[in-house]
């Protein structure tokens, strides 16, 4: 008898584990976007840190983002199911707040006030002098790589929830977590390996001054160190390009009257619908973003 009830409670849990990894399949298909515009993002948080400090900053990120999730997956449990409405109501929240991290990082870029001159030549102060420690420097940036992380990883869990939502909660809660696992050892793994490449160049030129197969990594080495400042700049506008399109997604997809824009603009060319919409999504990011990025700009000066 006893033998049969251990039988009978592996073969419930090795049905909830396949369900758990089918079920996690089609959730981080569904979430694939959001995850290429996480990766693009997180890579741009990490431009201008000294590169003996580069992995410490994603790991910082890293376990940012894990404790974000830890938060997120029972707070978005609790909430689809007791206060369903509301994730609409933060999910709006948290596209407003891409979109004016977006215009933010376009308004530093193309018009650099004061204190952005400061913080900039203190960074470059800071950098010329070995003896400099620059853990203060990088907080904000950790901060605010985490800030962003939890905004996406917001809209990932949602998803996800969404894709499970008529499975049981220990369903729903397996396939949370493993996505949250996967995802956060994916991106910030891809992250590392990305800011890394010129590392990786330089060895393999020094390598082949000396070693076997000295043509080979020579051209692997140049190619590397050629690449990786190209593919950082890249991801960069990547980055921010992302905020909006995700962002703008969020809010016509959440908001009645901004999804009538999409239509709208399918309409227009309604041969080609994905572009239209994501034109469509990337414009009301932009308009949202920059609305709010003046209306903090005037509240600052007020303030100040």
């Not at 089918?22 to 979430?31: F, I």
């Not at 030129?205 to 020579?218: V, Y």
């Amino acid at each position: 008898m006893a033998a049969a009830n251990l039988l009978a409670l592996l073969d419930d849990i090795a049905t909830l584990m396949d369900d758990i990894a089918t079920m996690s399949k089609v959730a981080a298909q569904k979430t694939a976007g959001v995850l290429g515009d996480d990766l693009a993002v997180n890579a741009d948080q990490v431009q201008g840190v000294k590169a003996d400090r580069e992995l410490p900053v994603v790991w910082a990120v890293a376990k940012g983002s894990l404790l974000n999730k830890a938060i997120l997956v029972p707070a978005a449990l609790a909430i689809s199911a007791f206060v369903p409405s509301l994730i609409t109501v933060l999910l709006v929240l948290g596209g407003l707040y891409l979109c004016f991290e977006g215009a933010e990082k376009l308004l530093h870029k193309y018009l650099p006030h004061e204190d952005e001159i400061e913080a900039r030549e203190a960074r470059i102060e800071a950098l010329s002098q070995g003896d400099v420690d620059m853990v203060a420097f990088e907080k904000d940036k950790i901060k605010g790589a985490i800030r962003t992380d939890f905004i996406l990883s917001a809209e990932i869990i949602v998803i996800a929830l969404g894709t499970v939502s008529d499975a049981t909660l220990t369903t729903q809660i397996g396939v949370l977590v493993a996505l949250s696992f996967a995802i956060t050892l994916g991106v910030y793994g891809l992250v590392a390996a990305l800011v890394k490449m010129d590392d990786v160049g330089l060895y393999m030129l020094r390598k082949s001054l000396t070693g076997t197969m000295n043509g080979f990594q020579r051209i692997v080495g140049r190619s590397l160190l050629v690449a990786a400042p190209a593919l950082m700049k890249t991801l960069a506008v990547v980055g921010t390009v992302a905020m909006f399109l995700v962002g703008g997604g969020i809010l016509t997809h959440s908001i009645g009257f901004l999804h009538h824009v999409t239509a709208w603009s399918i309409s227009i060319v309604p041969s080609l619908p994905l572009v239209m919409s994501v034109l469509a999504d990337g414009v009301v990011g932009i308009v949202a973003g920059a609305i709010i990025a003046v209306l903090v700009s005037f509240a600052s000066k007020l303030k100040g």
